[in-house]
């Protein structure tokens, strides 16, 4: 049993069962006692039955797996919530499974609409519509949404974020024509005449989101208070919320940031944040510059929060280039049909961003924060992990604890540098999971099998977190954790760099302790230890030995939350 035995009762125990604490040892033990808001001890189920008192509640395990409440280190929230309805449409797989069915979709909602209301929605992937699987050729069009919406301006954001396709409406509305310029670090799809598709990448997205309607902040607070308690079904506790400040966007997903935060406070001076939530704060938006850092983070001062331990502004995310999927992360060698991608950062050549974006990382490590750098091409990693090794060396700040979010493709010197440093990396297996198929198919099977290297990363001494991004992927943890054992693809099944796959005690990890050092927060959060917060995820059966096939079908019996029972399946 742990040292510290407590002098009064608990008011919890969970006993019976397989506690896997995931603390240094990665050590299994049969119960742990709680009490208010704390873990008071860690051990034996004959010795935690000897602590119970007349007021304490005893949750039989039966043989059940208690784990440290789940932390998913990249998720937005509040988009998130905002990405549901009543908020936007799901045009989404499975729910939508063609372009007719997206279209059906959209029709139904301007039926439901004011003239000249906006219709938005997120999720499409072309990967899962009928029409562009029968034929490469096809891509969603604005004259597909035309037919159903007329009158109405439509933007559907894709499953990452980095594309939306937009009708004729809309462009008219924002004045995005053939004779429109393409800002820096965006692609306006054309047809041969000149005229836009309907089709905007990365930052030409901007050119239609910032005509979108602003959800109030009462708006988000629902939405948020809706995602947390989802993620209390799953057994989530904590998440990185990625990207709040001057940088944000004013679309419906991205929402004012300035707002998100409010609505964040308020919920936590309010005693009504059921989460732990660490904030990104996002100075500069993308395809930004070092100036724009300087006047963000002059903006930003850190803001306060009524309690840290609940809601902490921890740090600034920057991006550095696009996505594999949309051939806008910048990669040394070609994709398949040419093009290597670009930095989308300020600057007119490769040489003037990359200075760029190494003087916007400089300025931001200088300023005292930590890092979180959007980043996914590996030549891209590659001026990322250079810049925070230069940013360092100006500057030393031994617990930094930078880190690369995505890093698809990172390599074996930037991984070596990353350890060196203390510095991580924060991984996705769910995308990985989703879209590996299609992956072949834009950098080769070669490349596409070693994306996401999570293997590589931990053998070089790197603290890999993994993370859902929703809306980009479900937060589902259970997935994360089979698509790190297993590196199978969601569409064929199929083994995708099977060399990359990680065993159980790695991948939980992932998703506790190391997202906990991610958030400056391990000595009190993160794995079941006597001292440490009460945040617990009880499994409805033995997950050690479990198939790594049958994960996924594990449901979350029982959800602790600061000592709270905050979810129990079945209970009304």
């Known amino acids: 049993m742990s040292d510290s035995t407590p002098t009064l009762a608990p008011t919890l125990i969970l006993t019976g069962g397989q506690v896997i604490t995931v603390d240094d040892d990665f050590a299994v033990a049969e119960g742990v006692a709680v009490r208010g808001r704390d873990i008071v001890a860690v051990g034996s189920d004959a010795d935690m039955r000897a602590l119970t008192g007349p007021g304490t509640r005893i949750v039989e395990l039966g043989g059940r797996t208690v784990l440290p409440g789940i932390n998913d280190s990249h998720l937005h929230g509040a988009a998130y919530g905002l990405t549901k309805p009543p908020f936007a449409l799901d045009v989404g797989h499975p729910t939508v499974g063609s372009i007719a069915d997206v279209v059906a979709r959209v029709g139904q909602a301007v039926g439901e609409a004011r003239p000249g209301e906006w219709i938005v929605g997120l999720g499409w992937d072309p990967g899962y519509l009928a029409e562009c699987l029968a034929d490469p050729r096809r891509f969603p069009h604005r004259r597909d949404l035309d037919a159903v919406a007329p009158d109405n301006p439509v933007c559907l954001t894709d499953f990452s974020s980095h594309m939306v396709w937009v009708n004729s409406e809309a462009l008219r509305g924002c004045r995005v024509d053939a004779h429109s310029v393409e800002p820096a670090g965006g692609v306006i799809d054309r047809d041969p005449d000149g005229a836009p598709t309907g089709i905007l990448r990365e930052t030409a997205q901007r050119l239609v989101q910032a005509a979108l309607p602003s959800p109030t902040v009462a708006q988000r607070r629902e939405a948020i208070g809706t995602v947390i308690r989802e993620l209390h079904t799953r057994g989530i506790t904590s998440y990185t919320e990625p990207g709040l400040g001057p940088g944000g966007t004013t679309s419906l997903f991205g929402g004012l940031s300035t707002d998100n935060w409010t609505a964040y406070a308020q919920l936590a001076e309010e005693n009504a944040l059921d989460a732990r939530i660490s904030v990104l704060l996002l ?63 300020h600057g007119d050549t490769p040489a003037l961003q990359a200075g760029e974006l190494r003087e916007m990382i400089r300025v931001a490590h200088e300023a005292g924060y930590q890092l979180g750098v959007h980043v996914t091409g590996d030549r891209a990693i590659d001026e990322v992990v250079d810049a925070f090794v230069a940013a360092y060396e100006a500057a030393p700040r031994p617990q930094a604890r930078h880190y690369v979010i995505h890093g698809d493709f990172a390599g074996p010197a930037s991984l070596a540098k990353l350890a060196a440093h203390g510095y991580g990396v924060n991984m996705n297996p769910g995308i990985k999971w989703t879209i590996s198929d299609l992956m072949d198919e834009v950098v080769g099977p070669e490349r596409s099998a070693y994306q996401w290297p999570v293997r590589s990363a931990l053998e070089a001494g790197v603290t890999v977190c993994a993370s859902s991004d929703a809306p980009i992927t479900e937060p589902d943890w259970r997935q994360g954790v089979a698509a790190m054992m297993l590196r199978e693809s969601k ?8 060399e990359q796959c990680v065993p159980l005690a790695d991948a939980l990890r992932a998703y ?11 000595d009190w959060k993160g794995s079941i230890e006597a001292g440490k917060v009460a945040d617990l995820c009880v499994l409805d059966r033995p997950l050690l030995e479990l198939d790594p096939h049958d994960i996924t079908d594990v449901q979350v019996d029982l959800t602790v939350f600061d000592g709270r029972v905050v979810h129990e399946r079945g209970a009304r």
């Open 283 to 345: 100075p500069a938006p993308m395809g930004g510059s070092a100036d724009d850092v300087r006047k963000g983070l002059a903006e930003l001062r850190r803001p306060a929060s009524a309690d840290e331990r609940l809601l902490r502004a921890i740090g600034v995310k920057i991006f550095a280039d696009g996505v594999p999927p949309n051939r806008t992360a910048w990669m040394t060698e070609p994709y398949a049909g040419g093009g290597h991608g670009a930095l989308c950062v």
């Open 512 to 522: 506790t302790i190391n997202p906990a050092r991610q958030d400056f927060a391990e």
């Open 491 to 498: 569409a064929s099944g199929r083994a995708s760099g099977p």
